[in-house]
């Protein structure tokens, strides 16, 4: 995981991250809120060096992660992951680009269609969101480089209703956002994107 310095003190300041302990490992915790302002998500993100993810007992991936905009934007940033969200932001910042300004939005892990792919819902994060911002129309996809990222995008292209636009976007380099930031910034990746043990 690389390290996503844009949107950290926000984060923090708003509750949207925070350390937390469990079984003597330090996680970071993502936390999606509803439009109340009332804590309804929240991921683990391991810290150590054993790679590690999942979410809290009760979480509702209709309010995932998000970073909305400070300003009514038209448009929504969909990343797979808390973690690409915050490197989204990171990126925007390098590019001279105010993340503050966009719609970002996780969908709280892979996205699964049908076997029909004209037969798949849209992911519910996406559409609560559109529930609670109904002028967005138009959805940038940053989904992950690998077979269920690119089937993901595909299928989310395939039933994306009349009225919105929809553009993929994919990671340039790397397996997902994150990847990409850490190559921008010249870190090495850490470990493999195999699975990543549940404690």
Known sequence: MCHCAAGQVYCVQTGRIYESRNKGHSNVVFVGFDKDGKA???????????????????????????????????????????????????????????????????????????????????????????DDHPHVKTVYLHLDNDTAGRLAAKAIMAVMPEGYRVENKPPPRGKDVNDFLCHRLGIPIRGSHSKEPER
């Not at 009514?72 to 992951?81: D, G, I, W």
């Open 40 to 130: 309804r998500f929240g991921c683990l993100r391991g810290i150590s060096e054993a790679r590690f993810h999942g979410d809290l007992s009760g979480s509702d991936k209709h309010f995932s992660f998000a970073l909305p905009a400070c300003v009514e934007n038209p448009a929504v940033h969909l990343c797979e992951c808390a973690i690409d969200v915050m490197s989204y932001a990171t990126l925007c910042k390098l590019d001279g680009i105010d993340w503050r300004r966009h719609n970002l939005l996780s969908l709280a892990g892979v996205y699964q269609p049908k076997k029909k792919m004209e037969e798949s819902k849209l992911p519910v994060a996406l559409t609560r969101f559109w």
